[in-house]
T-cell receptor
């Protein structure tokens, strides 16, 4: 079983739609959780951290369910510029910082 | 001024050759990483150095040898290149124990082995 699993998509949505991505992780001792965004042929960039209480950043809302080992990302009012791959990332509970990336969920927002 | 810079951006080479990729960061971070992203877009850690000391060494063939002359530089040398080494290699840096917030990636080196 992969350490971090995501539906690869693609998710095709029209502008203005609301879309949600899910992610599961296998290591119950994982400490920190993030969503990164990767544009085609570019490097990954941090989108937002995910806190146990849930957190929001503009149109983006992240949720964490530690009991189910599940992370989600909700994007409201999708824009064309949201088209990218969204990577679920987990920091393992090891002696040194190590981020484990999911394979990503591809989002395509169309006019 | 680029925070994490990798060179070269593209590298096309024949099987059996030896090649190096260089990475430099000017963020003052103490930890640097090499990640490999294969054709299926899976991003996997290879190595990590903290203040020139190797701290993470995943299961990577011995043909891959990282070198960190100082904490601002982490190079990757690959011997006897194979077709399966074709991938995008990303360098990243962070401040240790920053929790992932401070991960900054370079723009990647696209390696193609023919």
């Amino acid at each position: 079983r992969k350490e971090v699993e995501q539906d690869p998509g693609p998710f095709n949505v029209p502008e203005g739609a609301t879309v949600a991505f899910n992610c599961t992780y296998s290591n119950s001792a994982s400490q920190s959780f993030f969503w990164y965004r990767q544009d085609c042929r570019k490097e990954p960039k941090l989108l937002m951290s995910v806190y146990s209480s849930g957190n929001e950043d503009g149109r983006f809302t992240a949720q964490l369910n530690r009991a189910s080992q599940y992370i989600s990302l909700l994007i409201r009012d999708s824009k064309l510029s949201d088209s990218a791959t969204y990577l679920c990332v987990v920091r393992m509970n090891t002696g040194f910082q190590k981020l484990v990336f999911g394979t990503g969920t591809r989002l395509l927002v169309s006019p | 001024d680029t925070a994490v810079s990798q060179t070269p951006k593209y590298l096309v080479t024949q099987m059996g050759n030896d090649k190096s990729i260089k990475c430099e960061q000017n963020l003052g971070h103490d930890t640097m990483y090499w990640y490999k992203q294969d054709s299926k877009k899976f991003l996997k850690i290879m190595f990590s150095y903290n203040n020139k000391e190797l701290i993470i060494n995943e299961t990577v063939p011995n043909r891959f040898s990282p070198k960190s002359p100082d904490k601002a530089h982490l190079n990757l040398h690959i011997n006897s290149l194979e077709l399966g080494d074709s991938a995008v290699y990303f360098c990243a840096s962070s401040q240790l124990n920053s929790g992932g917030y401070g991960y900054t990636f370079g723009s990647g080196t696209r390696l193609t082995v023919v």
